[in-house]
């Protein structure tokens, strides 16, 4: 009876206080408030392209810059991953060759975005800056604007999920139909063609990886060799990324507000973990390098509140089925981000500049000194001169297998001029680090000189004899290295020789827009490379001469270090 009437007597009390307008409840209420602008930009910067969307929001976007030498050339590299669940799990993710390229020239852009493009050769896509909000998915889907009198809570600023990859689909095609009714100006219009234009969909597994590993803002040797972008020095997984580490003492239950976590180096957040990720492009296995023949479900990328560290790799790769026995397949921890692209054929210049690049493509060959023609022009030359229709259509059929041939061959030795480009300046700084430890030696040996000269003069026995000889041991095997490492480098000048000059000057921007970052070891790299390209001008200029072992000594190691 005690404890009854006690509890009698609190609920009382409970029931006689005033509602809870005290000052707590009030900042209670006052964190829980999202102001409308972090449910779809949260961080803002001023590399951001915005598309306009309903209710007065927007979908920031980031550009995607591909390197291009023309609209049939692509980007050529290995995307998946070595170790994103054991060996086991290899054909789900193995590192296999891929191509990327855009299908937006600078001129198609609309000319308030050119200034926050690249300089270079690219070509361009834009990918969603976060992972599509439950506020922007209900703007679309359903009208639904918010209510001025009334706040947005935080699940307006969390990604949508529980939808299936049609539904996906359907948003971005309600989404850019929106877009040409009331802001057609906002999308990209191809230069002289008023018919085609911008369009949103799903990014491919390949666009989608490239982002989210970086893009054009990290070195193209970390693109297919890293798992994971590069990283601010002394930051985590977790400082990018929202999942489930191994023994944290904290797990979330789900997924937290986009733009959360920090930005990859192309300023996309969220792309590892969160909520995992919707690609346009059906599963297949990965197998020898490649991509296998069966197309099955939908892919899944990047990972998400549920998953391990491993899941949340670029390259893993994990299949989704689009039904299952209770309809199309929704996840509580799945959502999507979409892409800005184009047709590939539209009018305007377009259709003349394809056809010159095709016409070119294949054809320049360089050939072994002992052919006496191009097999192409020969080709062409027998051609008006067949005598059957079936004979001329042989002939075209051997010109058409022998210019595919051409093309492969002109990729292949685009590749070896980019990697003796890439690798020769890594010599030419691995030569100026060979000298930077022979200086330091070389000031150990002067000490130690002096300390036994001193010693002497002093009646002293001072035993550096041992020392003595391990440094000049050691200045032995840094002379040795700076010679031997000459000598490679000259052979790598001469390498060039097999290189047409166009294909050789293409691989020199090439690789220093790879170094793109202002940090020390980038700028000495792009260095390095200006180096080396005015080697190879003294050799096509026939002068030998500068390319002694001394006049490279010279050139390449500074005064103070010799």
Same mark, same amino acid.
């Given at each position: ?16 206080? =005033?509602?809870?307008? @005290? ?30 969307? &309903? ?49 937006? +020239? ?24 976060? /992972?599509? #909000? ?11 604007? &918010? ?11 969390? &990604? ?23 802001? =057609? ?11 085609? %234009? ?53 797990? /979330? ?30 599963? !297949? ?37 689009? @039904? ?5 397949? !929704? ?17 305007? &210049? ?20 002992? @052919?006496?023609?191009?097999?192409? /022009? ?9 005598? #059957? =229709? ?18 492969? *061959? ?8 980019? /990697? ?43 035993? %550096?004899?041992? +020392? ?8 032995? *095997? ?7 490492? *000459? ?13 047409? !000059? ?45 390319? #002694? ?14």
């Amino acid at each position: 009876m005690k404890r009854a009437s006690h509890a009698a007597l609190f609920a009382i009390c409970i029931a006689l206080l =005033p509602p809870l307008t @005290f000052p707590a409840a009030a900042a209670l209420k006052a964190k829980d408030e999202v102001r409308l602008v972090e449910a779809w930009n949260p961080v803002q910067d001023p590399a951001d392209i915005v598309l306009p969307m &309903p209710c007065g929001i927007g979908m920031a976007m980031r550009v995607a810059a591909v390197p291009a030498q023309g609209f049939l050339w692509d980007m050529e590299s290995r995307f998946g991953c070595d170790n994103c669940g054991g060996q086991d799990r290899g054909y789900y993710d193995a590192r296999h060759n891929t191509a990327l390229s855009g299908p937006f +020239a600078a001129a198609d852009l609309p000319e308030s975005w050119r200034a926050k493009l690249p300089k270079g050769q690219y070509h361009f896509y834009l990918i969603g800056k976060y /992972e599509v #909000s439950r506020l922007q998915w209900r703007s679309v889907m359903r009208n639904a604007c &918010p209510n001025p009198d009334e706040p947005l809570t935080p699940d307006d600023a969390l &990604p949508i999920t529980g939808i299936s990859w049609y539904e996906a689909v359907d948003f971005s095609a309600r989404y850019t139909s929106w877009l040409l009714a009331k802001e =057609p100006a906002s999308l990209p219009h191809f230069q002289g063609d008023a018919k085609n %234009v911008g369009f949103l969909r799903l990014p491919t597994e390949v666009e989608w990886e490239y982002a989210a590993r970086g893009g054009h803002m990290v070195q193209r040797l970390s693109l297919s060799q890293e798992d994971f972008f590069p990283r601010e020095a002394g930051d985590n997984y977790t400082d990018y990324a929202v999942f489930r580490p191994e023994n944290a003492a904290r797990i /979330e239950e789900k997924p937290l507000r986009i733009g959360s976590r920090k930005p990859n180096p192309l300023g996309l957040h969220d792309t590892a973990g969160n909520v995992a990720e919707m690609a346009l492009d059906p599963f !297949r296995f990965s197998l020898g390098g490649r991509l296998h023949g069966t197309a099955g479900g939908f892919v899944r990328k990047g990972g998400s509140f549920l998953s391990g560290q491993l899941e949340i790799m670029p390259g893993r790769r994990e299949e989704v089925a689009f @039904f299952q026995a209770d309809g199309p397949v !929704r996840a509580k921890d799945l959502g999507f981000r979409l892409v800005l692209s184009g047709i590939n054929t539209p009018g305007g &210049p377009r259709p003349d500049l394809l056809h010159r690049e095709w016409l070119k493509a294949g054809e320049q060959t360089t050939l072994p000194a002992d @052919f006496q023609v191009n097999p192409l /022009e020969e080709i062409d030359r027998l051609l008006p001169q067949a005598q #059957s =229709p079936s004979e001329k259509q042989r002939l075209q059929a051997l010109r058409a297998q022998i210019k595919d041939s051409n093309i492969v *061959l002109e990729r292949q030795r685009a590749q070896a001029a980019l /990697e003796l480009v890439r690798s020769s300046s890594y010599i030419l700084e691995s030569i100026h680090n060979y000298a930077i430890r022979r200086w330091e030696i070389k000031n150990k040996l002067t000490e130690l000189q002096k300390k036994k000269e001193e010693a002497v003069a002093k009646g002293l026995n001072l035993d %550096v004899d041992d +020392a003595l000889k391990s440094v000049l041991n050691s200045m032995n *095997l840094m002379d040795k290295g700076v010679t031997a490492s *000459l000598d490679y480098y000259r052979s790598r000048v001469e390498d060039s020789a097999v290189f047409p !000059r166009d294909v050789l000057d293409a691989a020199f921007e090439g690789v220093k827009d790879e170094q793109k970052q202002n940090d020390d070891f980038a700028q000495a790299l792009r260095y390095r490379v200006d180096m080396y390209k005015r080697h190879v001008d003294l050799l096509r200029r026939g002068d030998r001469a500068a390319l #002694s072992r001394d006049r490279l000594n010279q050139d390449i190691i500074p005064e103070r270090l010799r």
